[in-house]
């Protein structure tokens, strides 16, 4: 994902997904999501703009 600075996904089903994806600085989570797995975005430090809905019902371990 290093060419990628902004993302927005329907589905992720796997812990450290966007592990240290360092160029990331923007993500959309989309009401159909309602797990964010442990460490998804763990070590994104460019990842400034994060928008999600209340939908969500579980955040895992470090997962921003």
């Not at 450290?16 to 159909?32: K, R, V, W």
């Amino acid at each position: 994902f290093s060419k990628y600075n902004s993302i927005k996904f329907t589905y992720v089903n796997r812990e450290a997904a966007f592990y240290n994806c360092s160029n990331l600085t923007s993500i959309t989570i989309p009401n159909s999501i309602k797990k964010i797995e442990d460490s998804t975005f763990a070590l994104c430090s460019g990842l400034i703009n994060i928008t999600f809905s209340d939908e969500i019902e579980e955040i895992g371990n470090s997962a921003f």
